[in-house]
């Protein structure tokens, strides 16, 4: 049973410069949730996927964008970076569907340098 | 929005001595309540959960506890081991469907160190 994983694991991106993160979520599950984790703080929420439409959002600015396939995967997408958007970025997913569960399970994460 | 505040922010104990963690929340909406363990360079792994119709839950040498009239919860670690050394996170969430619904707002995490 595969769990949460992300691509990639380390990326290093110059200011102004945009990148795409990937997650996809464990077996079984149809949500995804994107969070920023800054170093010594708690994960943030950015925003969650289900059913290919974002569902809620965070207090992100529209610089972060998503996206979610048909195969429940999901990208985040960052525009202009910012030396501010240095952070692990963690993918969670869970089950909203007719087996409705609470857990979210995290993946490994993708640590983003903006130099 | 939600808002989680965590203490204490650093806590050392001796193997085999109890550790609690302490987190409050301010939504009263919030009604599922997760403890995660991170390792250094890891990913956050949910150790224990607790949901707003009960008031405690065990797993073995881990707790927690919810007052909800107060908007508190615990997380209790007995005869600790050096390999509970971690950042535990705790972290709140409404699961009605609406805005806010099931996203985890987190508190900003305690670091753990069990000395041998």
């Known amino acids: 049973d595969a769990g949460v994983t992300q691509s990639p694991t380390h990326l290093i991106k110059t200011r102004g410069q945009q990148v795409t993160l990937r997650c996809s979520p464990k077996?079984?599950?149809?949500?995804v949730s994107w969070y920023q984790q800054a170093l010594g703080q708690g994960p943030q929420f950015i925003f969650q996927y289900y059913e290919e439409e974002e569902r809620q959002r965070g207090n992100f600015p529209d610089r972060f964008s998503g996206h979610q396939f048909p195969n429940y995967s999901s990208e985040l997408n960052v525009n202009a970076l910012l030396l501010g958007d240095s952070a692990l970025y963690l993918c969670?997913?869970?089950?909203?569907?007719?087996?409705?569960?609470?857990?979210?399970?995290f993946g490994p994460g993708t640590r983003l340098t903006v130099t | 929005g939600e808002n989680v505040e965590q203490h204490p922010s650093t806590l050392s104990v001796q193997e085999g001595d109890s550790a609690v963690i302490k987190c409050t929340y301010s939504d009263s909406a919030s009604n599922y309540f997760p403890w995660y363990k991170q390792e250094l360079g890891k990913r956050p792994q949910l150790i224990i959960d607790i949901r707003s119709n009960v008031g405690e839950k065990k797993d073995q040498r881990i707790a927690v506890t919810l007052n909800k009239t107060a908007k508190h919860f615990s997380l209790h670690i007995t005869e600790t081991q050096p390999e509970d050394s971690a950042v535990y996170f705790c972290a709140a969430s409404p699961t009605y469907s609406g805005a806010g619904s099931y996203q985890l707002t987190f508190g900003k995490g305690t670091k753990l160190s069990v000395i041998p």
């Open positions: 969670a997913s869970s089950l909203l569907g007719t087996s409705f569960t609470y857990e979210q399970y």
């Open positions: 077996s079984g599950h149809d949500t």
